[in-house]
């Protein structure tokens, strides 16, 4: 019994010792950035390029074509641009016991 309280009390002057020590030194903060500068003849030069000039309207040299054409193209000759569907899957029926 003895040697336990022995060990909490050196335990608990360690704990001390050490935020007396935490205390009394002189802590300093560092910096993690450097202010901002200026960049030399920043003045005389433009800060962003100009926006390139567009009319937001949609090109019109391709008319849009339609995934499937109908059924008049297809007798003309019109191709689809997309493959048919694949037929269901169907299995035989259940028999039952």
Not at 59 to 64: A, G, K, N, Q
Not at 68 to 93: C, S
């Amino acid at each position: 019994m003895l040697l336990a309280c022995a060990l909490i009390v050196s335990g608990l002057a360690v704990s001390g010792l050490s935020l007396a020590q935490l205390n009394a030194s002189n802590l300093q903060m560092a910096q993690a950035t450097q202010p901002l500068q200026s960049t030399p003849g920043a003045e005389t030069k433009p800060s962003a390029p100009p926006e390139p000039t567009t009319t937001g309207a949609r090109p019109s040299e391709v008319p849009p074509q339609p995934a499937r054409p109908d059924a008049e193209a297809q007798k003309a000759g019109a191709a689809t641009a997309l493959p048919p569907a694949p037929a269901e899957k169907t299995a035989a029926p259940i028999k039952e016991r």
